[in-house]
């Protein structure tokens, strides 16, 4: 049976999941840690990279840093978004100051930025704070 890959932000192991499954909670078959926990999960650069060539889930990544006045309003707006989208898109986080290479290897010009990621391709990018209705409406249609 085939499933859609997925990514562990824990361990970074890849794992397959049968598509009827993912609005179940499916965990890990490595570490056990949530693959759709329906919330906003914090990644490095390495991880990034890795679910974003070869998840099938759609991936949406808000590029944020914690001196970022809009960062920090959309935060809260982000998790909401995560927690509506949960089985169907998976939302993470990179801290562009923890991870400066980020800004150059993603050509990320301000924050807070969203890439959108499918097929493992960037299929769409935003940038500027936005409210959780148009996040949920944004990452819909990566």
Do not use: H
């Not at 570490?31 to 919330?39: I, S, V």
């Not at 923890?98 to 391709?121: C, D, H, L, Q, W």
């Amino acid at each position: 049976m085939a499933g859609k890959k997925v990514t562990c932000f824990d361990c970074g192991q890849v794992n397959r999941v049968p598509e009827d499954k993912l609005s179940a909670g499916p965990k890990c078959g490595t570490c056990g840690a949530k693959l759709m926990g329906g919330k906003a999960a914090e990644v490095d650069l390495a991880t990034l990279r890795k679910a974003a060539r070869n998840d099938d889930v759609p991936l949406v990544v808000d590029f944020w840093a914690p001196w970022c006045g809009p960062c920090r309003m959309m935060a809260p707006e982000f998790s909401k978004a995560a927690q509506e989208l949960s089985g169907s898109a998976r939302l993470v986080k990179l801290n562009t100051e923890a991870n400066p290479e980020a800004g150059s290897a993603y050509n990320i010009r301000g924050i807070p930025t969203m890439v959108g990621f499918a097929g493992g391709k960037e299929r769409k990018r935003q940038s500027g704070a936005m409210p959780a209705p148009a996040i949920v409406d944004w990452a819909r249609s990566v």
